[in-house]
């Protein structure tokens, strides 16, 4: 058991026990606060052609190309409403700055990390494997997305 309670390093499951949260459908996601690098409304995008199907496109972020990555085709989710407008949670990766398109950004928590656990058995199989573990909270479970498995491309792809 780590001697420090406010990181878990050991597996690289988090850094902290504060988690920037957001919503995509009706699951609640949390990133390290550490790797948020900021949170943008929708901003406009350039299509890229023969692109994966999950890259909605690019987004110029003062000078820096950023790419942006639907969460819910990301987690073959059914699309969003015509009428909801997705926000950025722009993260940093090991190869940069990648905006995650989610349907709704929430609040910054600070989490007790003795309740951590593995992902639950029965979460979908896209979301499972995006995911390095679970926070049991009051009402819910923060479901700890793992940033450098989301924007691998190659997670998740049929073989």
């Known amino acids: 058991m780590p001697s420090d309670t406010g990181t878990m390093k050991a597996d690289g499951a988090q850094t902290s026990g504060q ?10 996601f949390g990133v ?3 790797r948020v690098q ?5 901003q406009q995008m350039t299509g890229v052609p023969q692109a994966p199907e999950v890259i909605e496109g690019l987004i110029n972020l003062r000078g820096q190309i950023v790419t942006a990555i639907d969460m819910r085709r990301r987690l073959k989710l059914p699309p969003r409403g015509g009428d909801l407008m997705p926000m950025n949670m722009v993260v940093r990766t090991e190869d940069g700055a990648v905006s995650l398109l989610v ?8 989490v007790d990390l003795a309740t951590y656990e593995r992902p639950p058995e029965n979460l979908d199989p896209a979301a499972r494997e995006l995911i390095r573990g679970v926070f049991k909270l009051k009402d ?3 479901l700890v997305l793992d940033t450098e498995r989301t924007v691998d491309l190659a997670v998740g792809r049929a073989a």
């Open 19 to 28: 988690f920037s949260t957001f919503f995509v459908a009706d699951l609640f």
């Open 32 to 34: 390290d606060v550490l």
């Open 38 to 42: 900021e949170v943008l409304r929708f």
């Open 103 to 110: 349907d709704e950004i929430g609040d910054v928590l600070d």
């Open 140 to 142: 819910r479970l923060l």
